[in-house]
């Protein structure tokens, strides 16, 4: 118990540490001393000062929101589908998300991500709907099973159609790479206060969830021998999960791998209890995907690589060294 | 006793006949309904092929009586589409069916241990950073197939393969070149995401010698090859302690199998790109026809090739302005049949 | 007529992963006899079986098929001559029981696998012994526990080897089938001079029908040999740390072993 106390202290600490670097490091590197600056007594005539607050603040502070969100919503579908391979993509977040955001750009002509963010976040929140309504086609309602057949079903629905609309109208695909690559970059301060409060009831939520995801982990029957609404729980769990999901997406575009690696990494930190995974997820997430956008920025000047790319090319491997430890929860 | 024994061998043998007999029945039902798919692949079109005609071009090779117009669009243009369709559609549901009985799992599928994303990856590199296409593309896509599928093996090795790490390591390593590709994507010109694009969604446009021959010949190597694995499939599937125990050579079958599922799923890529979801429907579907129990590696083949010629029949006639690469059409379908098996896997109780 | 092959283990030691579980064992399955293993839960019956099969490659020692080391030969070689019964064998959906059944018969059978009539007859001939033969065409998922280990039973008798070894096959099976399957076993002992080995749970059945008794206890064998010599009340308080009583059973004659427990034993009421 203790232990686990103090390495959740050290990971806010080291989630101190990356926020720093994330405000200084970059093409152009800010002094400490100026980031104070920047964000006590504001000059927009300094050019440091407006690199910190117009560029490197809101990526900041989207990093940090949006990695604890989708650590969050990986950890909160892992326990409530029993799946350890859950992740947001499962329950077609990606897929919705994008399909609206292609309309978007096609029927409307919209071309600011402040635009057709709404239409990310409806697209997503449809979708899950969509993937819900039909994993509960039958009794029992929606088992796992059933939501990753349903979350594949309507994911493959999605993708085609997206792919279609893709092919025959050139200028909506090419805006659409950039924004499917998952990038914490060309957000500005309105982005995040857009989302921020998405993030935050979300959050609230999944971090209320936890002795409820403990007992859905158990077998349905014997959960609800021991008297949990399992219904309820699982239905509160998919809740916070489009929420957090949901919001991340449309607000940095699909970034696939942080929902998936970091509640295993919180895992074999903590082991299986739930209400320690959480607040974990909530803390590995950022710092991944932070330490990703720096590694971005600093890798190939002066241009960048997109954070959701770096979370894929440094997550993977060492994910596989994870499984390669057995250090995963089998099924 | 022995009388006894000998009445009840007679009725074993009549009870074999019987299943013997269903599997052929559907067996050449399968075969029929293909012929009708290939026949119509060949008539329809902006240019309406009367059947006698039709028979005509076909022949023309070897009668020398040639109506140019009709002989270019039936030889030159559906007969190679069709082709490729035929055989690109039997490899997938070959492999595919090959996987979901290795690894005991209907919802098993060659995409799962990255082959697809690994020749998907290679091919957008041609594409965008090598400017090829045609041969030199297939190849590298072939390439990047099997590398990848020889890096998921390796990492996934330890002690022996369990299938569970195999897929794990498949995700993540699929996870990268999808990153790859996405950052090609965000780098190169737009002709070229979109020439990329096309090859990624899968589509039969440019059939030809190219893509057919070598995907005909990796066939002919390749279904032999399952077809004698088989044998020893038959006890697999019951477990490796008993299958051993019936003197199987259980790790060099699996390896055998899975080299031949894997070639298979990256020859069809490499010709067609990968195309979603044959591989995945087409063990279910014949395994609904002809009853479980056994694997069902020849009737997937047929399935497959079914799959993808209707497909593509549907992608070049249902939208009255457009062609849509085949791709689109798979995963619509694909879609249909994840719900389909959730409604009747559900009905079942055993979801 | 059967020929007559041996079986043996000389100095073997198996375990998994990092952990021994049997070391140094020295073995030799009498021939032609039912020989039982007993043991509580962990003390490495199953692994010794596994090891004698050749299903678990053994870290020391050897297991001696015929004289010559069991890994000398071809898996195929083998399976004709000693069939194995695992504990948890996995059907495929769907598959139907005189299918199932006619698996056994793979070893036999050559590259184009055309079942001949003497499959036919094995398939036949091991349904009727297992009492299994109306079910020869339905499917093995629609019956229970108990018919389904006996066509799994069967399918190891259809394998016609001459050396049978079964991994607690009576596990789901009620009195009735339990006591069927051992005395089929014993027919085949008996009638047709084969080898059988079984790992039992139950310690009474085993007295009952066993030619010779293996009695394990942490992965060492700790007594062998006809069960009225061998179990014995100290046996049984040492291999299974239970309290009992052993009497002659009324009807075979062989050890009864009558537990001792907290609660209804009278004045021999264990003491706390």
């Not at chain 2, 022949?59 to 035929?86: C, K, Q, W």
């Not at chain 2, 599928?109 to 998907?120: R, T």
């Not at chain 2, 995945?280 to 002809?290: C, D, E, S, T, Y």
């Amino acid at each position: 118990m203790d232990r686990r106390v103090s390495l959740l202290a050290a990971l806010v600490f080291a989630l101190m540490a990356v926020l720093l670097l994330s405000l200084t490091l970059g093409a152009r590197p800010v002094p400490l001393s100026m980031v104070w600056t920047a964000l006590t007594a504001f000059d927009p005539g300094v050019i440091d000062h407006t690199v910190i607050i117009d560029l490197r603040l809101p990526r900041t502070l989207l990093g940090l929101g949006v990695g604890a969100a989708l650590g969050l919503a990986g950890a909160v579908l892992q326990g409530a589908t029993r799946n350890p391979l859950a992740d947001p993509s499962i329950l077609g977040i990606h897929a919705g998300a994008s399909f609206f955001v292609v309309l978007g750009i096609t029927l409307f002509g919209l071309t600011d991500l402040r635009h057709y963010i709404w239409l990310a976040f409806a697209g997503a929140a449809l979708a899950t709907i969509g993937v819900y309504a039909v994993a509960s086609i039958g009794r029992d309602g929606p088992s796992p099973i059933k939501l990753a057949l349903a979350g594949a079903a309507i994911t493959a629905a999605l993708t085609s159609v997206v792919s279609a609309i893709l092919l025959t109208q050139p200028t909506t695909l090419d805006q659409f790479r950039f924004w499917q690559v998952g990038a914490l970059a060309g957000r500005d301060m309105d982005v995040v206060i857009q989302v921020a409060p998405f993030l935050l009831v979300g959050i609230v939520l999944a971090l209320a969830l936890g002795r409820t995801l403990d007992g859905l982990y158990m077998d349905e029957a014997v959960a609800k021998g021991l008297g949990q609404r399992t219904g309820l729980g699982r239905a509160m769990a998919g809740l916070a999960a489009i929420i957090l999901a949901g919001a991340a997406t449309a607000a940095v575009g699909p970034i696939a791998f942080v929902g998936l690696t970091v509640p295993h990494l919180a895992r074999s930190i903590t082991g299986p209890a739930y209400r320690w995974i959480l607040p974990f997820a909530m803390l590995l997430g950022p710092i991944l995907l932070l330490a990703a956008d720096v590694v971005g920025r600093l890798v190939a000047p002066p241009g960048e690589v997109q954070v959701g790319i770096v979370t894929a090319l440094i997550g993977a491997p060492f994910f596989i060294a994870l499984i390669r430890r057995r250090k995963l929860a089998e099924l | 006793m022995a009388v006894t024994a000998l009445i009840d061998a007679g009725a074993i043998r009549q009870l074999r006949h019987h299943r013997s007999r269903h599997r052929l029945r559907v067996g050449l039902t399968l075969g029929a309904v293909l012929l009708v798919a290939f026949a119509l692949a060949m008539v329809l079109g902006d240019y309406p092929v009367p059947l006698p005609d039709l028979l005509g071009a076909l022949l023309s090779p070897l009668t020398g009586v040639a109506h140019p117009g009709i002989d270019f669009i039936v030889l030159n243009v559906r007969l190679p589409r069709a082709v490729l369709a035929v055989l690109s559609g039997a490899a997938f549901g070959l492999s595919g069916s090959i996987f979901q009985t290795l690894l005991r799992n209907p919802l098993a599928s060659p995409d799962i241990i990255g082959i697809s994303q690994g020749a998907s990856a290679a091919a957008v590199f041609c594409i965008i950073v090598l400017g090829w296409s045609g041969t030199p593309l297939a190849l590298g896509a072939l390439a990047g197939a099997l590398l990848t599928a020889l890096t998921v093996y390796a990492l996934a090795w330890r002690d022996g393969v369990s299938p569970y790490r195999v897929v794990l390591i498949g995700i993540a390593i699929a996870a990268i070149l999808s990153a790859c590709i996405a950052y090609l994507f965000t780098r190169a010109r737009l002709t070229q995401v979109q020439e990329a694009l096309t090859w990624l969604v899968g589509s039969l446009n440019a059939a030809g010698t190219t893509q057919i021959g070598p995907l005909a010949l990796a066939l002919v190597v390749l279904v032999p090859a399952a077809l004698l694995l088989s044998r020893a499939l038959f006890v697999l599937q019951l477990g490796d302690d008993t299958a051993r125990a019936l003197g199987a050579r259980v790790e060099l079958t699996r390896l055998g199998l899975m080299l031949t599922g894997v070639a298979l799923a990256a020859f069809a890529t490499a010709a067609v790109g990968p195309v979603a979801f044959v591989a995945f429907v087409a063990g279910p579907i014949a395994r609904q026809l002809l009853g479980a129990g056994r694997p069902v590696l020849l009737p997937a083949m047929l399935v497959g090739a079914i799959t993808m010629l209707g497909a593509d029949l549907l992608a070049q006639h249902a939208l009255p302005a457009t062609q849509l690469p085949v791709g689109v059409v798979t995963g619509l379908f694909g879609a249909l049949f994840l719900i389909w098996l959730l409604i009747s896997a559900n009905r079942a109780g055993n979801l | 007529m059967t020929t007559a092959h041996t079986l043996a283990a000389q100095g073997l030691s198996l375990g998994y992963d990092d952990r021994d579980i049997v070391t140094g064992l020295d073995f030799a399955v009498p021939q032609g006899k039912l020989t039982v293993i007993i043991g509580a839960n962990a003390s490495g019956k199953s692994t010794l079986l596994r090891g004698l099969s050749r299903l678990l490659a053994p870290r020391a020692g050897t297991v001696l098929l015929n004289g010559k080391s069991i890994h000398a030969l071809s898996t195929r070689q083998v399976a004709t001559i000693m069939g194995v019964l695992p504990q948890s064998p996995t059907a495929p959906e769907g598959i139907l029981v005189a299918d199932l059944v006619a698996r056994g018969r793979y070893p036999h059978q050559g590259w184009f696998r055309r079942p001949s009539h003497d499959d036919d007859l094995a398939v036949a001939a091991a349904l009727a012994a297992t009492d299994m033969a109306d079910f020869a065409d339905q499917p093995v998922d629609a019956l229970s526990g108990g018919q389904r280990q006996r066509v799994w039973i069967a399918m190891a008798l259809a394998q016609g080897t001459d050396l049978l070894l079964l991994d607690e096959p009576t596990t789901f099976l009620d009195i009735h089938h339990q006591v069927e399957v051992l005395d089929l076993l014993t027919d085949l002992v008996r009638s047709a001079g084969r080898t059988v080995v079984v790992v039992l749970h139950d310690l009474n059945l085993a007295c009952r029908y066993a030619d010779h008794i293996v009695a394990m206890k942490e992965g060492r064998l700790v007594a062998e040999g006809a069960p009225s010599a061998v179990v014995t009340e100290a046996l049984v308080a040492e291999v299974f740390n239970l309290a009992a009583r052993v009497v002659p059973d009324p009807v075979s004659g062989t050890p009864l072993i009558v537990p001792i427990g907290r609660h209804h034993a009278g004045d021999t009421a264990a003491q706390p």
